[in-house]
């Protein structure tokens, strides 16, 4: 049975070393819930939390209407898949999948039966036989999953469970994860830094900051419309330019540089006055050209073709350096050197007030409640 998991108010600190201050969230049964962001800030600390790995100085943690927070973590019926694995190295890939079976005093006939069918859901029955030492990174992290499913738990924790593996394991395993997830239906909450991961198997994902949640959204929401300026930046890659806000009666402007101005029709009502702000605009959504009278002016600095896609980095007349990816010409590149003009997609850039702390555009989706 997957089960609801709510955090309100959650303080965890060390001595007076405050790690999360004031954390709120809510997770759906049978979600595929990530937290995500940089070292250090806090998100492995609210997994251990959940886990009742780590003490709780305040706040309530419920799975649906039960608190947990002081429930031995044995009794919360959770699966756990570390980052190391923490597999049994003098166990085989059996006997590991069967331990926790075994714990909760599962019968004989059932171990055998359900060890099995998860061995196989995770394509590993072939290596029942094995000791850990003789399987790869890949398979053994199979294991880990296979043994923390098997138990049939409420909840799912993965606490940077790919971090390990080579970048072409890590692709294939995070499918692997999010396929059985889907199957198994049961309620996971993933950590990582990696921001592409995240975006690969979430249904949800929340970027944390200093303990704090800073944006909770789908993958197309956060990337689309961030909450605020760090989201914009930590998710995916974006050029941050300085730039004005100007109001014309009933009309207003974007202006960059003062040479590149352009409409916006869905600023905030409560931002439509001329100000200073920040723009934040992924490198897919500039549009360089050669021969356009139009846009900012810029030289492209370096080009470097991928393929399918260009990228280029050009710098403006203000000395601000910009990344550009387009699609790669069937012609030619365009030249380090070259004069170019640069144009802004203004239904995808977003804007922040200037110190970065708030979207002032319409779109976005937060499902924040932190206040």
Known sequence: MSVNISVKHALK?????????????????????????PSGCGKTTLLRMIAGFNSIEGGDFC????????????????GMVFQNYAIFPHLTVRK??????????????????????????????????RMPERLSGGQQQRVA?????????DVLLMDEPLSNLDAKLRVEMRTVIKNIQHNVGITTVYVTHDQEEAMAVSDRIAVMNAGVIQHIGTPKDIYQRPANLFVSTF???????????????????????????????????????????????????LLLSKDACVGMDAVVD???????????????????????????????TIAPGTRVKLTINTEKVNLFTADGSNNILTGVRNDCVNG
């Open 235 to 285: 998710i995916g890659r974006s050029n941050v330019l300085k730039a004005k806000l100007e109001v014309e009666g009933e009309r207003t402007y974007l202006v960059v540089n003062g040479e590149y101005k352009a409409e916006m029709v869905n600023v905030l009502p409560e931002y439509k006055q001329t100000q200073d702000i920040t723009m934040s605009v992924r490198p897919e959504e």
């Open 96 to 129: 590991n999948v069967e331990f926790g079976l075994k714990n909760k005093k599962f019968p004989k006939e059932k171990i055998r039966e359900q060890s099995e069918k998860f061995m196989k859901l995770m394509q590993i029955m072939e290596y029942a036989d």
């Open 145 to 153: 999953l296979a043994r923390a499913l098997c138990i049939e738990p």
């Open 302 to 332: 370096d080009c470097v073709f991928l393929g399918l896609n260009t990228h280029y980095f050009v710098h403006l007349n203000s000395g601000e350096e910009v990344e550009i990816i387009q699609e790669s010409s069937i012609d030619s």
């Open 13 to 37: 600190k060390y001595g007076d070393n405050v790690i999360i201050p004031d954390l709120n969230v809510e997770i759906k049964g049978g979600e595929f819930f990530t937290l995500l962001g």
């Open 63 to 78: 799975f649906n209407e039960r608190r947990i927070n002081d429930l031995d973590p044995a009794k919360r019926n959770i």
